[in-house]
């Protein structure tokens, strides 16, 4: 079985500075990972995926994330904060397979402050 | 490419009625949909997958008498709610995948908005 775990519920920054949105996962074997977001009411955004190749994966909107095996990490990272990334942000753990299940984080929210 | 539609995007019923929703692969054959459901301010809970022309897989705990899911064609699946009831009141979501260049990511709808009064 595989799980994420999302260390905060609630992130707030000022526009203009860095990002950092924390994800450990677990897994039995070498995971599929992703990053969505959610605008409120809106459906989901993929923001960018880890699928076994590069380590560092860089995503939409400047979003870019680090897969670090010995860590258990995909922390999710952007060096300027912009007002329109104010969301709730869910990193996804894959299972195997064809009808391969997504299992969510619980969530993070940011807000990005004048 | 690789849009999903669902319809409606809100609803709203009374009590003890059925209320279906459309989950629509615009521009790919979708091998796989799945239902979530979203209470707010939670994450996605997985309710069923299903794969086209046969009966759905539901998670543990989902009622499947309740959430009836048909996946008629590679294109549409359908989630009826019946005989709601106001703690069915949620978000809704669904997402299609297929298995083209051996990547089965999955595609999410918009969501629906189900409130039950």
């Known amino acids: 079985a595989q799980s994420v775990t999302q260390l905060d519920s609630h992130v707030s920054v000022s526009e203009g500075t860095p990002v950092l949105l924390r994800c450990n996962y677990s897994?039995?074997?070498?995971?599929?990972l992703f990053w969505y977001v959610q605008h409120p009411n809106k459906g989901l955004q993929l923001l960018l995926k880890?699928?076994?190749?590069?380590?560092l994966v860089k995503g939409i909107n400047g979003f870019e994330a680090e897969f670090k095996k010995s860590e258990t990490s995909f922390h999710l990272t952007k060096p300027s904060a912009h007002m329109s990334d104010a969301a709730e942000y869910f990193c996804?753990?894959?299972?195997?397979?064809?009808?391969?299940?997504?299992?969510f984080g619980t969530g993070t929210r940011l807000q990005v402050t004048l | 490419g690789a849009v999903v539609s669902q319809h409606p995007s809100r609803v709203i019923c009374k009590s003890g009625t059925s209320v279906k929703i459309e989950c629509r692969s615009l521009?790919?054959?979708?091998?796989?949909m799945f239902w979530y459901r979203q209470f707010p301010k939670q994450s996605l809970m997985l309710m069923a997958t299903?794969?086209?022309?046969?009966?759905?897989?539901?998670e543990q705990g989902v009622e499947k008498d309740k959430f009836l899911i048909n996946h008629a064609s590679l294109t549409l699946s359908t989630l009826t709610v019946t005989s709601a009831h106001p703690e069915d009141s949620s978000f809704y979501i669904c997402?299609?995948?297929?298995?083209?260049?051996?990547?089965?990511?999955?595609?999410f709808g918009p969501g629906t908005r189900l409130t039950v009064t």
């Open positions: 897994s039995s074997y070498s995971p599929s």
């Open positions: 299903s794969n086209e022309g046969s009966k759905a897989t539901y």
């Open positions: 880890y699928t076994s190749a590069a380590t």
């Open positions: 997402s299609a995948s297929f298995t083209g260049g051996g990547s089965y990511e999955q595609y």
């Open positions: 996804v753990v894959r299972g195997r397979g064809t009808a391969s299940k997504l299992t």
């Open positions: 521009d790919f054959q979708a091998t796989t």
